[in-house]
């Protein structure tokens, strides 16, 4: 059974980092891409980055360019956001998902994590 598990969510200073991981187990992670989105509470959830499995092509939204990186390793079935300059608009729960296209559209994505919550705040 395919599953996604995040961590690395947590409380953190306006202008700080911290890096999400994504745990994939019961597939094979080199043959999906995988897709970071945020949720904010009472909001749906947008996306935030991807990275193919095809030629590891990134992608970012505008809001997070130049502060965030998002970087897979196969061989440790993790994928990874890196996030710096973290700012209070970054607050939201973060999911990773699995998918077979480039896209950011959610419905291409077929498998979920549960979540890691990110609040950036003083």
């Known amino acids: 059974q395919a599953q996604l598990v995040e961590s690395g969510g947590g409380l953190v200073q306006p202008g700080g980092s911290l890096t999400l991981s994504c745990v994939a187990s019961?597939?094979?992670?080199?043959?999906?891409?995988i897709a970071w989105f945020r949720q904010v509470a009472r909001n749906g959830r947008t996306g935030v980055a991807l990275?193919?499995?095809?030629?590891?092509?990134?992608y970012y939204a505008d809001s997070v360019k130049g502060r965030f990186t998002i970087s897979r390793d196969n061989a440790k079935k993790t994928v990874y956001l890196t996030m710096n300059d973290l700012q209070p608009e970054d607050t939201g729960v973060y999911y990773c998902?699995?998918?077979?296209?480039?896209?950011?559209?959610?419905?291409?994505?077929?498998?979920w994590g549960r979540g890691t919550p990110v609040t950036v705040s003083s």
């Open positions: 998902a699995a998918g077979r296209r480039f896209t950011m559209l959610q419905s291409a994505y077929d498998d």
């Open positions: 019961g597939f094979a992670l080199d043959r999906y891409t």
């Open positions: 990275i193919s499995h095809v030629d590891g092509s990134t």
